[in-house]
Each structure stands twice: as C-alpha cells, then as structure tokens.
C-alpha cells in the first residue's frame, strides 16, 4: 500500500520561509512524479510545483523565484522549500505522486502566513 507522509507545515509570518517534507513508502520512489498541491479554503487545489523522475521541475508562475522543490531518492522523500512566503500562500498543501499507474495523494499539511 502506497502511503504519503507530509510534514513541516505551521504559521509563519509574511517574509518567513518553510520547509515541506514528504516521505513516500510502498513504492518504487525514484519511478514517480512528485508534485505539491495547495488548496485555500473556498478555491480550487491547484498545482504548485512538481518533478519528473529526471528532475525536471515546473511551478505555478505565483510561486516562481519564490518555491523549489527537490527529491531525494535515497530517502524516499520530495521537498518544498518555501521562502519570501506571503498571506496568499495560506493552504493545506498536499503531496502527490503518480507512477504512470496509480495516482497517491498524502494527507495535507497546513501552511498559515500571516500579515
């Protein structure tokens, strides 16, 4: 059973930065597109970074400059360093994985910024 473990979301102040962490198990991890979601409460989950199994990445263009996301295979584990963070940021964020088959998500952790 493939299971998506997310961590290291909290409240931050405008400016701060945050690290996520997801550890994936049951799984072949270096076989998998990892990506981050968010959702704010009342919108729609939107796609906010992800990176292919040759580590091509790609960003929603609010978040340019500002996110990077990073995998360690050995570790089972895709990040996503968060710096420069704004109120808009505010979500749970969701860590995702799909190895051409099945599609995984993880349970969501919740990012608060504050102005």
């Known amino acids: 059973q493939v299971q998506l473990v997310e961590s290291g979301g909290g409240s931050v102040q405008a400016g701060g930065s945050l690290r996520l962490s997801c550890v994936a198990t049951g799984t072949i991890f270096s076989k998998n597109y990892m990506a981050w979601y968010r959702q704010a409460p009342g919108k729609q989950r939107e796609l906010v970074a992800g990176i292919t199994t040759g580590r091509s990445t790609n960003y929603v263009d609010s978040v340019k400059g500002r996110f990077t996301i990073s995998r360690d295979n050995a570790k089972n584990t895709v990040y996503l360093q968060m710096n420069s963070l704004k109120p808009e940021d505010t979500a749970a964020y969701y860590c995702?994985?799909?190895?051409?088959?099945?599609?995984?998500w993880g349970q969501g952790t919740l990012v608060t910024v504050s102005s």
């Open positions: 995702y994985a799909d190895d051409g088959h099945l599609e995984v």
